[in-house]
Antibody, heavy 118, light 108 residues
């Protein structure tokens, strides 16, 4: 079964850092571009970042550029999101999603909640 | 950045009825890069439709998509109880890969 499982969520202090992980299984992880998408509970979906299958190309939403870093370890089938200088506005559920190219974001994890608090 | 505007914000219908959800895109996108997702309460989003009209694996035939240019539609015929959820459209042609604000489909 194809699966994505996020981990690393929790309570973080304002201005602090946190690293999220997304473990992939059941498919050839290294063949796919991957994304992070976030959602404030009760609100809509917001795209955060993308990384190419080889880890070379990376894109970020303006709201996180310079503070968040996406990376991946294809040997261990894991996607990461390193978040720093966290703000209250970063409080959200963070989902990793697989890029199916012309087939949209075709596989999603269950999400990891990050709460930024003073 | 491309903005997607969904309407209506909330749609109240009964099981067995049909639903039509709309998504307007601020600039023309190829039909190859327009998707719809379903999100049930407490769950992650799930891909329903990609490339405007292609159903994702395992999606029932009562879900269909159409449209071109800047106007796209998701149609659900004969609503089942499990279809009451929030639906999002998305363009995945240009970064940032924007989503609409969502349409909540609720039981009347």
């Amino acid at each position: 079964e194809e699966q994505l499982v996020e981990s690393g969520g929790g309570l973080v202090q304002f201005g602090g850092s946190r690293r999220l992980s997304c473990a992939a299984s059941g498919f050839t992880f290294g063949s796919y571009w991957m994304h992070w998408v976030r959602q404030i509970p009760g609100k809509g979906l917001v795209w955060v970042s993308r990384i190419s299958n080889d880890g070379i190309k990376r894109d970020y939403a303006d709201s996180v550029k310079g503070r968040f870093t996406i990376s991946r370890d294809n040997a261990n089938n894991t996607l990461f999101l390193q978040m720093s200088s966290l703000e209250a506005e970063d409080t959200a559920i963070y989902y990793c999603a697989r890029d199916g190219w012309r087939e949209g974001f075709d596989l999603w994890g269950q999400g990891a909640m990050v709460t930024v608090s003073s | 950045d491309i903005v997607l505007t969904q309407s209506p914000g909330t749609l109240s219908l009964s099981p067995g009825e049909g639903a039509t959800l709309y998504c307007r895109v601020s600039q023309s996108v190829s039909t190859s890069y327009l998707a719809w997702y379903q999100q049930r309460p407490g769950q992650a989003p799930r891909l329903l439709i990609y490339s405007t009209s292609r159903r994702a694996t395992g999606i029932p035939g009562r879900f269909s998509g159409s449209g071109s240019g800047t106007d796209f539609t998701l149609t659900i015929t004969s609503l089942e109880p499990e279809d009451f959820a929030v639906y999002y459209c998305q363009q995945y042609r240009f970064s940032p890969f924007s989503f609409g604000q969502g349409t909540k489909l609720e039981i009347k």
